[in-house]
């Protein structure tokens, strides 16, 4: 597979670029990679890159974006942090990878068995851990679907959590980006959530947020 340029990158709609990525996480689920030349692909970046997502995702070793879609150098733009929250750093990031660096699609993916959803959820207090456990909060507080064993050892309630912090974080993009939003009403970009099976390396995506 060849590198992405400034022509086939505008040539991508946001649906296009989003049909990329369930491929090549079809392609890493059944074990099979696209043959790439890095080398190359280093030598055709060298004067500039031309990705056409970016994908917001944790910190988590198993969950590198570039592995799971199977994608290569100058492909996608990867914004990691615990917990795959929002800050206004990360939304500056976003904005330059789409406003700037031509990207047409944005994802907000989790994952299941998140240590930060489960520090979230265990009210774990400590140093700067706290202040980041705090902005999933929200997610907790949604989740009202379980009655009982609202706890770590519930994996449906951890699940439902995961799920609804990726849909709060999409929600706060359009909410705090004008000009994200208005590239979405454009049909510019497309944002997206998605969730990562740890256990099958399959990603779920939420088209519709």
Do not use: W
């Amino acid at each position: 597979m060849r590198t992405y340029t400034k022509q086939t990158q505008d040539e991508l709609t946001p649906e296009l670029a989003l049909n990329l990525l369930k491929q090549g996480n079809e392609r890493f689920v059944n074990n099979i990679k696209a043959h790439r030349n890095l080398l190359q692909q280093v030598n055709e970046t060298s004067a500039g890159q031309y990705p056409f997502a970016a994908i917001l995702s944790c910190i988590d070793s198993r969950t590198s974006a570039e592995l799971i879609f199977d994608q290569g150098l100058g492909d996608i733009l990867s914004i990691r942090i615990a917990g795959n929250i929002l800050n206004d750093d990360i939304l500056g990031s976003m904005e330059l990878a789409c406003k700037l660096a031509g990207s047409k699609l944005i994802v907000v993916l989790g994952h299941t068995k998140c240590g930060a959803i489960e520090g979230a959820c265990n009210n774990i207090v400590l140093g700067n851990i706290t202040a980041l456990l705090n902005k999933i909060k929200p997610a907790i507080e949604q989740e009202t679907e379980t009655k009982t064993e609202r706890n770590v050892n519930n994996e449906s309630f951890l699940k439902n959590v995961t799920v609804n912090n990726v849909f709060i974080t999409v929600k706060k993009i359009k909410e705090q980006s004008s000009i994200l939003l208005e590239m979405e009403q454009t049909k510019q970009i497309k944002i997206v959530g998605g969730l990562h099976d740890i256990d099958t390396g399959q990603v779920t995506f939420f088209d519709k947020i």
